[in-house]
T-cell receptor
């Protein structure tokens, strides 16, 4: 158990809908990262937040957005869902945003878009 | 762009040693990570290299050569539970972005 929690574990929805995925980092960690893992794309970095502020953006679509709240939990919002958005979404946390920080991954949310 | 290459799949025997290679072409390299991921589970951190050389951690070691854009993960005394995918990831300096290789699926046979 990494100490990172994600809810829900599974999510099934329809195209065009909007969903919110939630992540609680390990106690004391200030950084949260979001990743998408699909069969054809592998693991893709989406976005990084540190202490409430966006620090880096990766391959995140405009239909997706994220935020980190004052209590440091984070939410990833996915809208206008398409079939191709079906994937495993991981969040990870690290203590700070230093170069050597280890990232600890949550168990993931499996999103299925029908 | 960023390019990270790993072999797709490898097979090794229990008790043996296996080396999983990762080559990368990135701008602004600042750190290489190895993760283990069992099917259907989250990745778990194995090692981090930012300077050239070998980092040893129990049965696992990781090597980095920045000039060659090359890293390897060495697994000794293989166990059946080591059957998993091994992901190489590169961090880009100043942007704090991560790029993952497609992973190497390791099959450990008795």
């Amino acid at each position: 158990d990494s100490g990172v929690t994600q809810t829900p574990k599974h999510l099934i929805t329809a195209t065009g809908q909007r969903v919110t995925l939630r992540c609680s980092p390990r106690s004391g960690d200030l950084s949260v990262y979001w990743y998408q893992q699909s069969l054809d794309q592998g693991l893709q970095f989406l976005i990084h937040y540190y202490n409430g502020e966006e620090r880096a953006k990766g391959n995140i679509l405009e239909r997706f957005s994220a935020q980190q709240f004052p209590d440091l939990h984070s939410e990833l919002n996915l809208s206008s869902l398409e079939l191709g958005d079906s994937a495993l979404y991981f969040c990870a946390s690290s203590a700070l945003a230093e170069l050597s920080d280890t990232q600890y991954f949550g168990p993931g949310t499996r999103l299925t878009v029908l | 762009g960023q390019n990270i290459d790993q072999p797709t799949e490898m097979t090794a025997t229990e008790g043996a040693i296996v080396q999983i290679n990762c080559t990368y072409q990135t701008s602004g390299f600042n750190g290489l990570f190895w993760y283990q991921q069992h099917a259907g589970e989250a990745p778990t951190f194995l090692s981090y290299n930012v300077l050239d050389g070998l980092e040893e951690k129990g049965r696992f070691s990781s090597f980095l050569s920045r000039s060659k854009g090359y890293s390897y993960l060495l697994l000794k005394e293989l166990q059946m539970k080591d059957s998993a995918s091994y992901l190489c990831a590169v961090r880009i300096y100043n942007f704090n972005k991560f790029y993952f290789g497609s992973g190497t699926k390791l099959n450990v046979k008795p």
